[in-house]
T-cell receptor, first 118, second 117 residues
Framework: AQTVTQSQPEMSVQEAETVTLSCTYD???????LFWYKQPPSRQMILVIR??????QNATENRFSVNFQKAAKSFSLKISDSQLGDTAMYFC???????????????FGKGTLLTVNP | DTGVSQDPRHKITKRGQNVTFRCDPI?????LYWYRQTLGQGPEFLTY????????KSRLLSDRFSAERPKGSFSTLEIQRTEQGDSAMYLC???????????????FGEGSRLTVL
C-alpha cells in the first residue's frame, strides 16, 4: 500500500514571498502520478499541479512548481509570489496507474494549512 | 459543463437513521469516486466505479455503506443505521473523459457534509 506524508500541519507566508510545502511518499511502484491539490475554505478541491513519475523534468504551472526527487520519494511544492487567494489546505496525493482495478485512485496526505498574510 | 454536483450539501440526522447522498459527475467522465474527509484530515478513499462497475471498495466501507452507479452516470452512497462516527464530509469525484487522454486528474464536487446527532 502507498502512503503519503506531509510533515507540516500548518505554514504561513507573507504576501509576495515564496513558500515550500513538503511531501514524501512510499511506494514500490514505478509507474505513478503525484499531485498537489488545493482546498480553499468551504470550497471544492482543485488540482494545482501534477507530475508523472517517468518524467525527470519538474512540473511548473505559473507560480507553482515542484521539486520531484524520485529516488528520495520526495515531492515538494513551491509557491512563488504568494497571494491572499493561495490561503487554503494543500494536499499531496499519489496515484498509481496502468491496467488493473486498484489503480487510478488517489491516496492523500493529511494536508498542510497554508495562510498567506497581507 | 457544470462540474461535479453533490446533493444534499448538508445533512443532519439522528443516530440510527439512513441517509443517501447523490453525485452527478461530469457527463463525459467514466470513473466516479467516493471519498470521506474528517476535520483536519486528508480525504480517505471509499470506493470507485468505472462506468457502472464498482472496481474497488475500501475496508472503511462497512456493511452499513453501499454505493451504486446503476447506469454509469450518477451515483448514490447510502449509509444505513448511521453512527456518530459517520459524521464527515463525503466527497465525490470523477475522471477520465471518454476517448481522451487520461491525465489522472480527479474533479471534485463540493461535498456532502453529514452530521449524526
Amino acid at each position: 500500500a502507498q502512503t503519503v506524508t506531509q510533515s507540516q500541519p500548518e505554514m504561513s507566508v507573507q504576501e509576495a514571498e515564496t513558500v515550500t510545502l513538503s511531501c514524501t511518499y512510499d511506494t514500490s511502484e514505478n509507474n505513478y502520478y503525484l499531485f498537489w491539490y488545493k482546498q480553499p475554505p468551504s470550497r471544492q478541491m482543485i488540482l494545482v499541479i501534477r507530475q508523472e513519475a517517468y518524467k525527470q523534468q519538474n512540473a511548473t504551472e505559473n507560480r507553482f512548481s515542484v521539486n520531484f526527487q524520485k529516488a528520495a520519494k520526495s515531492f515538494s511544492l513551491k509557491i512563488s509570489d504568494s497571494q491572499l487567494g493561495d490561503t487554503a489546505m494543500y494536499f499531496c496525493a499519489f496515484m498509481k496507474h496502468g491496467s488493473g482495478g486498484s489503480n487510478y485512485k488517489l491516496t492523500f496526505g493529511k494536508g498542510t494549512l497554508l495562510t498567506v498574510n497581507p | 459543463d457544470t462540474g461535479v454536483s453533490q446533493d444534499p450539501r448538508h445533512k443532519i440526522t439522528k443516530r440510527g437513521q439512513n441517509v443517501t447522498f447523490r453525485c452527478d459527475p461530469i457527463s463525459e467522465h467514466n470513473r466516479l469516486y467516493w471519498y470521506r474527509q474528517t476535520l483536519g484530515q486528508g480525504p480517505e478513499f471509499l470506493t470507485y466505479f468505472q462506468n457502472e462497475a464498482q472496481l474497488e471498495k475500501s475496508r472503511l466501507l462497512s456493511d452499513r455503506f453501499s454505493a451504486e452507479r446503476p447506469k454509469g452516470s450518477f451515483s448514490t452512497l447510502e449509509i444505513q443505521r448511521t453512527e456518530q462516527g459517520d459524521s464527515a464530509m463525503y466527497l465525490c469525484a470523477s475522471s477520465f473523459p471518454y476517448g481522451r487522454t487520461d491525465t489522472g486528474e480527479l474533479f471534485f464536487g463540493e461535498g456532502s457534509r453529514l452530521t449524526v446527532l
